[in-house]
Nanobody, 112 residues
Framework: QVQLVESGGGSVQAGGSLRLSCIAS??????MAWYRQTPGPQRELVAS???????NYAESVKDRFVMSRSPNRKAWYLQMNRLEPEDTGVYFC????????WGRGTQVTVSS
């Protein structure tokens, strides 16, 4: 099990940027990911980095968000650009998918 702590959330106006960070208590070799919980029923996968450093993005954030990780595999980041009100939600970092480990989340609020 790994402890994950997110930071970097906040409130911005539409068109602005935020950078989220996820710090892990130990090295992570599993898939690293960012999810978000919006006022809908399900938690949505936003971005992930899996084996071979293959990146994957939700269609709604492609070309706006960029995920990266630290060389020591103990942190990963989400650079969010051209934010939209629809991006508002609680963002969670995750290691290992649905049955893996989760942070407590960080709130992102985008106002129009």
């Amino acid at each position: 099990q790994v402890q994950l702590v997110e930071s970097g959330g906040g409130s911005v106006q539409a068109g602005g940027s935020l950078r989220l960070s996820c710090i892990a208590s130990r090295v992570v070799f599993r898939t690293m990911a960012w999810y978000r919980q919006t006022p809908g029923p399900q938690r949505e996968l936003v971005a992930s980095i899996r084996a071979g450093d293959v990146e994957n993005y939700a269609e709604s954030v492609k070309d706006r968000f960029v995920m990266s990780r630290s060389p020591n595999r103990k942190a990963w980041y989400l650079q969010m650009n051209r934010l939209e009100p629809e991006d508002t939600g609680v963002y969670f970092c995750n290691a290992g998918g649905d049955s893996g480990d989760w942070g407590r989340g960080t709130q992102v609020t985008v106002s129009s």
